[in-house]
């Protein structure tokens, strides 16, 4: 099956800071969402982004669906982006990453 | 428009007892998905259910671990005879189309269970 790597595993951040979250998977996929899991366990769906750029406030994401590679960029951070996050690809067993797990601290 | 429920949302069983964890995907969805949690890992696809069908269940333990999807109701995921390793998030999701066109997927709240 398809393997799903994300790259850093761990993030610490100073509010306002940018930062890019990258995810690799291993062999072409039709579809690609990105989450949040923030502290209390909630997924929450960022992203469903096949190819291309979309934005959504202070995050956008870009894929690039050739070389099999998904960005997250999230600008001036703040402390409630705090969390982990995660990309998948949607199919019948999606695979997830096993995250990055961000810290933005005050 | 109600998201994906799943109740309960916190569960607590003795070693061998059994647990049922239900699942009631967005209106208008009609596929289900079952997803596992450790703590500190990331999610592990269990089962994939259309109404009435199991599509997939390909990462679902072979024994204790049954779903269903019944024409009314919600979906269930049921573990007999429950175990500490069996403590964990389940999370469930649901999409409005699943094979071949699998789009976005939508996840309800979980249910944090643990086993005595």
């Known amino acids: 099956g398809i393997q799903v790597e994300q790259s850093p595993p761990d993030l610490i951040l100073q509010e306002g800071a940018n930062s890019t979250l990258r995810c690799n998977f291993s062999d072409s996929v039709n579809n690609l969402q990105w989450f949040h899991q923030n502290p209390w366990g909630q997924l929450i769906n960022l992203f469903y982004?096949?190819?291309g750029t979309k934005q959504n406030g202070r995050l956008s994401a870009t894929t690039v669906a050739t070389e099999r590679y998904s960005l997250l960029y999230i600008s001036s951070s703040q402390t409630t982006d705090s969390g982990v996050y995660f990309c998948?690809?949607?199919?019948?067993?999606?695979?997830f990453g096993a995250g990055t797990r961000l810290t933005v601290k005050p | 428009n109600a998201g994906v429920m799943q109740n309960p949302r916190h569960l607590v069983r003795r070693r061998g007892q059994e647990a049922r964890l239900r699942c009631s995907p967005m209106k208008g969805h009609s596929h289900v998905y079952w997803y596992r949690q450790l703590p500190e890992e990331g999610l592990k696809f269990m089962v994939y259910?259309?109404?009435?069908?199991?599509?997939?269940e390909s990462g679902m333990p072979k024994e204790r671990f049954s779903a269903e999807f019944p024409k009314e109701g919600p979906s269930i995921l049921r573990i007999q005879q429950v175990v500490r390793g069996d403590s964990a998030a389940y999370f469930c999701a649901s999409s409005t189309f699943g094979a071949p066109s699998y789009n976005e997927q939508f996840f309800g709240p979980g249910t944090r269970l643990t086993v005595l």
């Open positions: 259910l259309q109404k009435e069908n199991i599509i997939d």
């Open positions: 998948a690809t949607p199919n019948n067993d999606m695979r």
């Open positions: 982004i096949p190819s």
